[in-house]
C-alpha cells in the first residue's frame, strides 16, 4: 500500500509541490542524486571509476511535453558525454536514457525521441561510451523496444530495459535475447494495472528469477540489475552453469543504494555498474526510489525527524 501512495505521488504535481518545499529534502536527495551539474556527475563518475565501479549516468527528467524540453534533455546528454570525454572517463561508460525526456510524449512522439536518441548515440560512440534505453510505464514499452530496433541498425550496442513485472516480458526477452541485445533486467518501479502487471511482490521475485536464468542462457549480454543478494546469487550461479566469463554479463545497482553491497560485488572479481543521475528533476525519480525500498521511507523519515 505504502509502494502504491508513493509510486501515484510520483506523478502528483501537488505531492511534487509539498516534498520539493520540505528544506531537509535536499539533503536527503543527495543519497540518490549525484548534483545538479555536468560536473557534479563527472566528479561522482571519476569517483566510483577510482574505486571500481563502471557508471551508467542518467540525464534527469522525463514526461516532457515540448520540444524545447526535450531539446533541452538532448542537449544535457551531449554535454555529458563531451565532459566524460574530456575527462577521460568515457570509454566503458553507458547513458541511461528515458525516451519521455527526448520527446517520446509529443504528437510525433516516435520521430522525435528518435532522432534526439540518434543524435545522443553518435555522440556516445564518439567517445567510446554506450546507450541503454530506460523502460518507464507499460504504454511506452512497445514505442521503446521499436526505437531500440532501429538505433540497433547504426549502434548494434544500444541496449533495452526490461522489467519482470510485466506479463510480457517472457516473451520480450525471446525477442530481445536472440537477436544478442544489451539487456538490463529489473523489477519494475512504476505502478501498473493488474491487466499488464503481475500485482505481488512475491511472483515479481519469481519472475525475475526466472528471467535471470532466461538471460543467461541466451547469447544477449545480461545487466542484472538488482540490490537483492539473493538474486545476485543467483545470477552468479546461473553465469557459472552458462559458461560465463565474468566480463559476458554485468550487474547493476543504484547510485547511494546498498554500497556495502557494491563493494562485496567489486571485492568478489564481478563487474558492478552503478546507475548514476543527475540534475534538477530529480522529484520523480526519488520517489520512486522511496517506493522500493522500506528503508529508503525510514530513512527520510528520520531526517525529517531531526530536521
Given at each position: 500500500?505504502?509502494?502504491?501512495?508513493?509510486?501515484?505521488?510520483?506523478?502528483?504535481?501537488?505531492?511534487?509541490?509539498?516534498?520539493?518545499?520540505?528544506?531537509?529534502?535536499?539533503?536527503?536527495?543527495?543519497?540518490?542524486?549525484?548534483?545538479?551539474?555536468?560536473?557534479?556527475?563527472?566528479?561522482?563518475?571519476?569517483?566510483?571509476?577510482?574505486?571500481?565501479?563502471?557508471?551508467?549516468?542518467?540525464?534527469?527528467?522525463?514526461?516532457v511535453?515540448?520540444?524545447?524540453?526535450?531539446?533541452?534533455?538532448?542537449?544535457?546528454?551531449?554535454?555529458?558525454?563531451?565532459?566524460?570525454?574530456?575527462?577521460?572517463?568515457?570509454?566503458?561508460?553507458?547513458?541511461?536514457?528515458?525516451?519521455?525526456?527526448?520527446?517520446?510524449?509529443?504528437?510525433?512522439?516516435?520521430?522525435?525521441?528518435?532522432?534526439?536518441?540518434?543524435?545522443?548515440?553518435?555522440?556516445?560512440?564518439?567517445?567510446?561510451?554506450?546507450?541503454?534505453?530506460?523502460?518507464?510505464?507499460?504504454?511506452?514499452?512497445d514505442?521503446?523496444?521499436?526505437?531500440?530496433?532501429?538505433?540497433?541498425?547504426?549502434?548494434?550496442?544500444?541496449?533495452?530495459?526490461?522489467?519482470?513485472?510485466?506479463?510480457?516480458?517472457?516473451?520480450?526477452?525471446?525477442?530481445?535475447?536472440?537477436?544478442?541485445?544489451?539487456?538490463?533486467?529489473?523489477?519494475?518501479?512504476?505502478?501498473?494495472?493488474?491487466?499488464?502487471?503481475?500485482?505481488?511482490?512475491?511472483?515479481?521475485?519469481?519472475?525475475?528469477?526466472?528471467?535471470?536464468?532466461?538471460?543467461?542462457t541466451?547469447?544477449?549480454?545480461?545487466?542484472?540489475?538488482t540490490?537483492?543478494?539473493?538474486?545476485?546469487?543467483?545470477?552468479?550461479?546461473?553465469?557459472?552453469?552458462?559458461?560465463?566469463?565474468?566480463?559476458?554479463?554485468?550487474?547493476?545497482?543504484?547510485?547511494?543504494?546498498?554500497?556495502?553491497?557494491?563493494q562485496?560485488?567489486?571485492?568478489?572479481?564481478?563487474?558492478?555498474?552503478?546507475?548514476?543521475?543527475?540534475?534538477?528533476?530529480?522529484?520523480?525519480?526519488?520517489?520512486?526510489?522511496?517506493a522500493?525500498?522500506?528503508?529508503?521511507?525510514?530513512?527520510?523519515?528520520?531526517?525529517?525527524?531531526h530536521?
Amino acid at each position: 500500500m505504502l509502494s502504491q501512495t508513493l509510486n501515484r505521488a510520483s506523478r502528483s504535481v501537488r505531492a511534487r509541490r509539498a516534498v520539493e518545499s520540505l528544506p531537509i529534502t535536499r539533503n536527503v536527495v543527495n543519497r540518490f542524486v549525484a548534483g545538479e551539474t555536468t560536473s557534479d556527475a563527472v566528479d561522482a563518475s571519476v569517483g566510483l571509476l577510482a574505486r571500481g565501479r563502471s557508471i551508467t549516468i542518467d540525464v534527469l527528467g522525463e514526461d516532457v511535453t515540448d520540444l524545447a524540453g526535450a531539446r533541452a534533455t538532448r542537449d544535457g546528454y551531449l554535454a555529458l558525454l563531451a565532459a566524460l570525454g574530456e575527462a577521460g572517463c568515457a570509454a566503458g561508460a553507458d547513458v541511461s536514457v528515458k525516451l519521455s525526456a527526448v520527446g517520446q510524449a509529443l504528437a510525433s512522439g516516435e520521430e522525435v525521441a528518435t532522432a534526439h536518441a540518434r543524435e545522443i548515440c553518435a555522440a556516445a560512440g564518439a567517445v567510446g561510451a554506450t546507450v541503454t534505453l530506460d523502460m518507464e510505464d507499460h504504454t511506452t514499452t512497445d514505442s521503446t523496444l521499436a526505437i531500440g530496433t532501429l538505433l540497433r541498425a547504426e549502434h548494434p550496442w544500444v541496449g533495452n530495459v526490461l522489467q519482470s513485472n510485466l506479463l510480457r516480458t517472457p516473451g520480450d526477452i525471446t525477442d530481445l535475447a536472440g537477436a544478442g541485445v544489451r539487456i538490463r533486467l529489473v523489477k519494475g518501479a512504476y505502478r501498473e494495472p493488474s491487466g499488464v502487471a503481475l500485482p505481488r511482490k512475491a511472483d515479481v521475485d519469481h519472475a525475475y528469477g526466472r528471467a535471470i536464468d532466461a538471460l543467461m542462457t541466451s547469447p544477449c549480454y545480461p545487466m542484472i540489475a538488482t540490490h537483492d543478494q539473493e538474486m545476485l546469487a543467483r545470477a552468479v550461479a546461473r553465469a557459472a552453469e552458462a559458461g560465463r566469463e565474468a566480463g559476458d554479463w554485468e550487474t547493476q545497482m543504484l547510485y547511494g543504494v546498498r554500497t556495502d553491497l557494491q563493494q562485496q560485488t567489486v571485492d568478489a572479481g564481478l563487474q558492478m555498474r552503478v546507475y548514476l543521475p543527475f540534475g534538477t528533476d530529480w522529484y520523480g525519480y526519488f520517489m520512486r526510489r522511496l517506493a522500493e525500498r522500506p528503508a529508503n521511507v525510514a530513512f527520510f523519515v528520520r531526517a525529517l525527524a531531526h530536521r
